[in-house]
């Protein structure tokens, strides 16, 4: 066991053990800034974290190629946990696409996230080609169509929103035809032009239009990015100090323990703490290129691509919603925002990184069996 310890990537380790414990030092000071004083989301999250560190060292070990052989089964599981929320279901601000559990609620589609990426990683290796022509590329998009419009459903335009880029950019890696996906792109955009009225819900109007003005309703839609932008302004260079950011602890900083996670780490540590967390996301991003270049197959490095895809789209929005330049859209950022569902997928999409890691040898980019 410490043998196998061993021979995980360190480097990416590293990083993300100080992500988590950064994430857990600022849901401990959300936490006692709540009426009650109660650090119940704190209890739970470190709980939650412990599952993970389980999981994460289970898929870290176990041979990612197996879940190769099962990735039908997967897609089919995903499916219908996406239907199945619909009839068992409860909604949670606006959303019905959790399970309550107890004290636990779970978000399927997060599940859904890993298990797209390996049945998407298993699609692409079986059409055999290092150029993805327009018939496999078709296939991937009636592939995902039914997972991501059912996530569109529930509504989460947020997670959907995670799927459609996991796709895309996986067809990417793949080599997929950059004409296909610029044509794609177009499509898309003529028809968010026409669908304004048909498709999009009120409030996904209100975020959009908040977005390019948010000052149109400061107590409304635009309130909580407001309140973001005042809160990362105040941090200043060190910070006001755990416990001491007057927005968090004030409560005039909404989802501040998990979409606006980043405005809190801001608020109380200041310029400072936020430019550590952003260089450890680049240690981590980088180390998974890294594992990307020396996957032993095709099949592990469109895998960790996938992974290193929904990291990198989670974060880069989600810090984005936290300093106004990018529509609110409900994502939250890994390793640091509280949520169970959400910090037990994230540990098994890492550990699976790792796997292929500890599995490194020279590429072999012809194994397509």
Known sequence: MIRKILKLDWKSVGAVFFLLISGLITIYSCSIGTESGSVNIFHKQFIFLGIGIALFLFFSFYDYRTWRKYSNLLYFVSVGLLLAVFLFGSNIRGTSGWFRLGFFNFQPVELVKIFSIIF????????????????GFLGSFLIMALPIFLTLKQPDLGSASVLIVIWLGMALLAGVNKKYLLGLFLIALIGLFLSWGVLLK????????????PERDPLGS?????????????????????G??????????PERHTDFVFASINEEFGLIGSFLTIGFYWILFYRLFCIVKEARDRFGQLVVGGV????????????GMNIGIVPVTGISLPFLSYGGSFLLVVMIGFG??????????????????
């Not at 998407?120 to 018939?135: D, E, P, T």
């Not at 635009?222 to 910070?239: E, K, P, R």
């Not at 001491?244 to 900083?253: K, V």
Request: hydrophobic share 40%; net charge positive.
């Open 120 to 135: 998407l990683a298993s699609y692409f290796v079986k059409i055999g080609h290092l150029k993805i022509g327009f018939k």
């Open 202 to 213: 009120d409030y996904q109007k209100e975020r959009i239009q908040t977005f390019m003005n």
């Open 222 to 242: 635009g309130y909580n990015v407001i309140q973001s932008m005042i809160a990362i302004g105040s941090g200043g260079i060190t910070g006001k100090g755990i």
């Open 308 to 319: 290193s895809i929904m990291f990198f789209y989670q974060v880069t929005v989600n810090i």
């Open 244 to 253: 001491n950011g007057s927005q968090s602890q004030l409560n005039f900083l």
């Open 352 to 369: 699976l990184c790792q796997n292929v890691w500890m599995k490194r040898r020279k590429m072999v980019l012809a194994d397509y069996s």
